[in-house]
């Protein structure tokens, strides 16, 4: 009894570490541990793809999520290790078997108009802008997911869609990139051809509107070259942000290829290339 009076204080004050240890090692363990799912996930500084590459990740190597933002994870990784890595690809199955830069890139695709807003119109009124911008997203959505991006639809079906939104999810989303597509119309009929890539903040998109140009080859219509577009939904975006003008729908020989699927297979697949070739040298 008479120990307990003279060390009560240290009795307390050791009870109190013992306390406060056992809550950081059941901390510790009650982390999220995950294996990863595919090769070659890069960890980086920060919950961004600009951020450096400090290690490269096996497949089968356990993680331990400690922190999320953004759709990053902050993992423990090697026992004592601590860097970001992209969610999707952590959590990821079977889409692809290694990661590549293009795969932890977050993307916003863009379908131009939606819903009470049909664009612009064929020669025979009858074929909406907003129909085909829906169709060439999808098959851009569809390849760049089939390579492990993350990718994030402004509209996946024929809603409104304010102007404004457009671009603030790829500000929320901390996109990588952002593209909204669209089809030109002329003044009259048949009058207007080819196709261009615009840009408005040329600190932030210029390479992106230059690497995406340069990779849209082979297409059946002109290439109109690199603009400057003053767009809202590129103006008022803090993201890379690109708007292509992918053929005039009220010219018969540029609807012919907007509507047909090689065309906008072709176009997806080009516009992947072109994104892959951006984020290689991140
Ligand atoms: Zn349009």
Redesign the pocket.
């Known amino acids: 009894m008479n120990y307990l009076k003279q060390h009560w204080q240290q009795i307390v004050i050791s009870l109190a570490i013992l306390l406060t240890l056992g809550i950081a090692v059941f901390q510790t363990v009650r982390q999220d541990r995950l294996t990863t799912p595919i090769a070659n996930i890069n960890v980086r500084t920060g919950p961004n793809i600009n951020y450096q590459t400090k290690a490269i990740l096996k497949k089968g190597q356990a993680v331990y999520i400690v922190q999320k933002k953004d759709n990053w994870y902050k993992v423990r990784y090697n026992d004592h290790q601590f860097g970001w890595v992209a969610s999707w690809l952590i959590n990821q199955s079977g889409k692809i078997q290694t990661a590549t830069n293009l795969s932890e890139a977050t993307i916003v695709l863009d379908p131009?108009?939606g819903g009470s807003d049909s664009?612009?119109l064929s020669i025979d009124q009858k074929h909406d802008?907003k129909t085909y911008?829906l169709q060439l997203a999808k098959k851009v959505r569809n390849q760049l997911t089939a390579r492990g991006a993350h990718v994030i639809m402004t509209r996946t079906g024929d809603q409104d869609v304010s102007l404004g939104a457009r671009p603030e999810l790829a500000t929320d989303n901390h996109a990588d990139a952002f593209i909204s597509f669209?089809?030109?119309?002329s003044p009259s009929n048949n009058l207007g051809s080819g196709f261009t890539t615009y840009y408005y903040h040329a600190n932030t998109s210029l390479k992106l509107a230059r690497t995406i140009n340069q990779h849209l080859v082979g297409l059946p219509i002109e290439n109109k070259g690199v603009e400057v577009g003053n767009f809202e939904v590129i103006r008022d975006n803090l993201r890379p942000a690109l708007l292509l003008?992918m053929g005039y729908i009220n010219t018969d020989k540029d609807f012919k290829a907007i509507e047909s699927p090689a065309y906008q297979n072709k176009v997806a697949k080009d516009v992947t290339n072109g994104l892959s070739a951006y984020f290689e040298t991140k």
């Open positions: 131009g108009h664009g612009a802008e911008t669209h089809y030109d119309s003008e």
